[in-house]
């Protein structure tokens, strides 16, 4: 069974639109954490956001934002107001049992 | 405070040939784990090291692959007779002693390629 699953190889949005990237996780490990990195075309790790599994309230970091639902095991981000910028691969991640796994990533493509 | 650093960031190697990827963690970080990326794919997990001991090497090829994390120096993914399916980008990450609530940090990554 996939630890990770990003079900959303492809997404376009217009300049300054929200979207939505989609992540589900499945674990046993009671303690975890939830990642989101972004991978431009040069290639390297970018770090977005991050999520603990005892955490209260949904992770935010400038225009990201993690919408945590536990009981659903997701772990969805949240782009406010794209940029051009922002065109890229975009990975899930789920920390448990001391290792980072990834999910295949979503590819960002914002359009002007 | 240096990020992870990687080096060399692009290697090219022959079959059959050695290749010695290097990987130092951040200041303070007793953690190392290799991914590999093969192109147009996700990261995939190789190796979890700390200091002199190899946790979980679970996702690591059982020949010509081993990784080590020495006391001293930087942590080494070491890659014998390589064949052209082992082209592909090799990231570094590191982390703090707490584990799991708090991000990896990662290197640029070494772009491996065999010719």
């Known amino acids: 069974a996939q630890k990770i699953t990003q079900t959303q190889p492809g997404m376009f949005v217009q300049e300054k639109e929200a979207v939505t990237l989609d992540c589900t996780y499945d674990t046993s490990d009671p303690s975890y954490g939830l990642f989101w990195y972004k991978q431009p075309s040069s290639g390297e790790m970018i770090f977005l956001i991050y999520?603990?599994?005892?955490?209260?309230q949904n992770a935010t970091e400038g225009r990201y934002s993690l919408n945590f639902q536990k009981a659903r095991k997701s772990a969805n981000l949240v782009i406010s107001a794209s940029q051009l910028g922002d065109s890229a691969m975009y990975f899930c991640?789920?920390?448990?049992?001391?290792?980072?796994?990834f999910g295949t990533g979503t590819r960002l493509l914002v359009s002007p | 405070n240096a990020g992870v650093m990687q080096n060399p960031r692009h290697l090219v190697r022959r079959r059959g040939q050695e290749a010695r990827l290097r990987c130092s963690p951040m200041?303070?970080?007793?953690?190392v784990y290799w991914y590999r990326q093969l192109p147009e794919e996700g990261l995939k997990f190789m190796v979890y090291l700390q200091k002199e001991n190899i946790i979980d090497e679970s996702g690591m090829p059982k020949e010509r692959f081993s990784a080590e994390f020495p006391k001293e120096g930087p942590s080494i993914l070491r890659i014998q007779q390589v064949v052209r399916g082992d082209s592909a980008a090799y990231f570094c990450a590191s982390s703090p002693e707490r584990t799991g609530d708090t991000e990896a940090f990662f290197g640029q990554g070494t772009r491996l390629t065999v010719v």
């Open positions: 999520q603990g599994s005892y955490d209260q």
């Open positions: 200041k303070g970080h007793s953690h």
């Open positions: 991640a789920l920390f448990d049992f001391q290792k980072l796994v």
